[in-house]
């Protein structure tokens, strides 16, 4: 229904219409995020013109979110199957590896110059990269999927063995990259803005015109909300989900890319380490509910912004980054105090007038 | 008094146990000294923190919920262990009562988010585990070294355990742990409830079980574990740290897959954590008595060891599933 239809709605209706869309609290949490940045830096709206790069502490906001969005976009999905994937950090280590070790770099002189070249084309580094993560997504996929083991137990055998694989991979050493255009995928520019949120933004559309405009989102929805009625109404459950987590997987492969990029360098042990827990919590925090069924992927982009931009307020407020723990607790607290169904059920009983 | 017997809910716990034998015989053909009463022993003289830790982690796998924060736990009641002798000068009794009471509390804590607020267990203890690892770093970022004279030497002490060799008091403590949690899993209203509710939370709602104090009570335990563990952690390295049990977690629940509970809740053995604990520290030896072999494929050995026992118990639900509806046809 659209709201011109209606003899011009007064200001009270537009408020509640807005109130009750699922996106207000996310977004109300991201702009009181921004205020709050904005208070302690008056220099964080600033946006300057540098060498034909814009430059500023909300495009950098946006930038060190890209992978994080990356994989809180293929998680949702997965989630939205009533799955979750807690191997996307190890996935992440092993793109990054698998990169790190192909592209690697030596030193040639050219022509009289020194030159760094790649050991494989970079093409076909990125390609094999990608591949590798997908193929772990469609393992967790075929255990999850085919196999009918429960999600979390699933993905946890990669997270306790990825990491040792991406360790095998760079044989326990932090491969650095030499090979500058690989880092264009990290730290490169396209028209003023950096080309991770051009991946992240095709990603995005990517995934919407999936949802919105095949049946595919709707039988993720319906695969979610209600497993038994979905294989009824004959969704191939089973073929459903192994995809789901391929393309999760995928996502992480994009989103190690990236990472290994921005730091050019791999390491099996530390890169993106707890990056499945933050991306969990931006799902949750855009309002896609852990039981699965609907899902937004615009609320999942808000809430990896949510996460990164109050990672911002830490860093420029002075206080140790450590305590950045204790305020992310603070804030997941926060949210299922509010998304909580049993509280708000009670303070509307409370609230509401004795009949 | 049932005779144990073979099936679909023990048998992965007796797989196992024969696992981890084969593997100890296979370690002891394969390396000279390997076969001895002391690597045994050390085997739970190294891993004694990790047995209290995954047998409170148990009950809350048995009762259908899931603890992410154990090992931010023990790292935070290393922690506070280390900080309150050497910074605040309190006697050590004092500063183990204050640490256990601290994991009673943050379990009992984590307990009421999932079961007063309606807080999926899987968030609530993610926010548990983000919150107790902050706090190490509030604390310290710095990892804090134990001088106190009366903990170095508890550290070092070792208790004659006859023929075998020696162990540790912590050892002796783990024991006692487990032969409590055993009482209480399978002896105990309270642990028959854990069952009865991670088997199905609305029969037990039904049959009248105190649902919420079971479920309050479950986090409590492992809150509790996970300080002991934390404490025992504290003692053997005589450090407080906030990097201290990094992906604890992981092992712990590895540890209580591998002995045969389910993720699911309603099935699995505190007998079996143990044998999974010692299972997980086996791999360990053996990796480390090889010497060629690098760290990391303990991770690979362990992931590799979870993914064979999840389709294993796939496998025996599928086949007792069949069994019965063959009885029943």
Known sequence: MRHSAAPLPSVG???????????????????????????FNPGFFSLSWRDGHLYGPIIDVFNRAAPLMAVALGMTVVIATRGIDISVGAIVAIAAAVAATLVGGSLVIQDGQQVYVTRTSLPL???LALAAAALCGLWNGLLVGVGGIQPIIATLILMVAGRGIAQLLTNGQIITIYYAPYFFIGNGYVLGLPFTIYLVAALALL????????????????????????????????????????????????????????????????????????AILAVTLGGTALAGGRFSLRGSLIGALIIQTLTYAIYSTGVPPEVNLVVKAVVVLVVSLVQSPALLARWQSRGAPAA | MQRPRLDAQTLPTALA???????????????????SGQVFLNLFIDNAFLVVVAVGLTFVILG???????????????????????????HPALAMGVVLLGGLLFGTAQ?????????????????GMFLARGLCYLISIDSIAIHDPRLATLSQTRLSAGALGEVSPSVLVAAGVVVAAAWAAHRSDWGRAV???????RSALLMGLPVARTRVGMYAVSGLCSALGGLLFGVYTLSGYGLHGLGLELDAIAATVIGGALLSGGVGYVVGTVIGVLTLGVIQSLIMFDGSLSSWWTRIAIGALLGVFCMLQRAMNWWHRRHQSQRSA
């Not at chain 1, 209706?13 to 208070?39: D, I, K, M, T």
């Not at chain 2, 146990?17 to 000279?32: C, N």
């Not at chain 2, 924060?69 to 280390?82: E, I, P």
Request: glycine share 14%; with cysteine; net charge neutral.
């Open chain 1, 13 to 39: 209706s537009l408020w509640q219409a807005c109130r009750q869309h699922s996106l207000f609290w996310p977004c109300v949490a991201l702009l009181g995020l921004v205020v709050l940045n904005g208070g």
């Open chain 1, 125 to 127: 580094a990125l390609l």
């Open chain 1, 207 to 278: 995934m919407g015109w999936l949802k919105h405009r095949t049946a595919l989102g709707l039988f993720i929805q319906a695969s979610g909300a209600n497993p038994v009625a979905a294989r009824l109404a004959g969704i191939n459950a089973p073929l459903l989900i192994v995809a789901v987590y391929t393309f999760c997987g995928f996502t992480a492969g994009l989103a190690g890319l990236m990472i290994s990029a921005n730091v050019k360098s791999a390491d099996g042990n530390n890169a993106g380490q707890l990056l499945e827990l933050d």
């Open chain 2, 17 to 35: 146990a024969a696992l981890f034998s084969l593997m100890f015989l296979g370690g002891s053909l394969a390396y000279d000294g390997f076969f």
């Open chain 2, 64 to 90: 259908g919920g899931i603890d992410l924060s154990v090992g931010s736990v023990v790292a935070l009641a290393t922690m506070l262990l280390a900080a309150g002798i050497e910074r605040w000068h309190l």
């Open chain 2, 111 to 127: 307990g009421l988010l999932v079961q007063v607020v309606g807080v999926p267990p899987f968030i609530a203890t993610l926010a």
């Open chain 2, 195 to 201: 069952y009865a509710l991670g088997g199905n939370e």
